[in-house]
């Protein structure tokens, strides 16, 4: 059988994968001041020393207590709480109230409040609370209160994206990815406390942004809306590689929508998750996948041309898990190929060698753009550790 064939199938490989991420960022990463170094070369060596971003702050908690989950080491231990203490110091604002998104050399650069982080606050305390972190507990609490009072918008069952400083306005843009990681946040917060109310807001966001927003697409799933969640298919069209809101239809997003809807599906076996979840992945291969050099392309336009032809590693890390729940739940044989020549691709053009850590970004052609592993909010290996966890999920599901 193909699964008992392939090493991205086997927990040993994926154990061997996640704990040598772990034993990379362990090695270079921990700031004896605070924090981690957000910026690292393929050597671990650091580029800009005081720099931290929310996201990657969160995300690298989020690994370590996965680490903890798995492996149970006192130095993932002292890792996460080390990473916790530097939010709850450092980002967190003095009264509790909010949080700021960039750090540098000790000072706030950008203050304002954005949902996407909040969604990877809860996911830390979320995987803190459920590797036995108890003090995680009222804080998860505490942000998914925050999350509701600053963004969520009841008339549309949906989070806004961004609010000022003085917590008094929101901006104008909507978006759908703030929104997915927000359910991402709700699933981990249901597995680790059991309380379904969580599971209910995963359910809620889920079936707004892949069914009802999808109605005038075909099933795709836009990036950016209006304040009246109306499509705005202008946003950023001059920027299609922007960090956090690309323009185009991002294949990757498809995938990672396929893999959150089959953890759902794993809670609540509802028809429609397993349905969308395999038209989501068809239509990301149909539309993204390169068949001269293999791998998943960034973007593709409303014509379905491709618009930015970089190949991103977060985008074959959630193809890759998303396949892995696929099968799972799939009596059919459709995904085994298409994973099997995934994971060949990933371990040929992406994977470190004898590191484990993951190449950021490359070209069509599959070649490295730069020399950086990690970088401030956009890269900390967070997504490639979290495909192997995911696929270590799936086998025991």
Known sequence: MLQQQNAWLRPSHLLTQIDGVLGFYHRHAIRDTGGFYQQLNVQGEPGQDDVHHLVSSARIVVNFAR?????????????????????????????????????????AQDSDQYCYGYGFLMLAYANALQAGISAAGPLLEQTFVLMNRYFWQPQYGLYADQL?????????????NANMHACEAMLAAYEATGDNKYLQRAQLLAHNIVVRNTQTTKGLLWEHYTDKWQIDWDYNKDDPQNLYKPWG??????TEWTKLLLILYRHSPQPWLLQRAQELMDSALKHSWD???????YGFDPDGQVCDEHKYFWVQA???????????????????????????????????PNEHIWYRLLN?????VDQWIALPGAKCDYHNVGACYDILRSLKA
């Open 249 to 254: 239809y991002q294949a990757g997003h498809f």
């Open 364 to 368: 069509r052609q599959n070649q490295a």
């Open 67 to 107: 680490g903890m989950l798995l492996f149970n080491k006192p130095e993932y231990a002292a890792t996460v709480r080390h990473g916790l203490d530097f939010i709850a110091q450092h980002h967190r604002w003095p009264d509790g109230q909010g949080y700021h998104w960039l750090l540098q050399d000790g000072k």
């Open 164 to 176: 000022s400083v003085d917590l008094q306005t929101l901006h104008g843009y909507r978006g759908q």
């Open 291 to 297: 068949n001269h050099h293999n791998g998943l392309l």
């Open 318 to 352: 959630e193809t890759l898990a998303a396949m892995a729940w696929l099968m799972k739940y799939l009596d059919n044989q459709a995904y085994q190929a298409p994973f099997a020549e995934l994971a060949n691709y990933i371990e040929t053009h992406f994977v470190v």
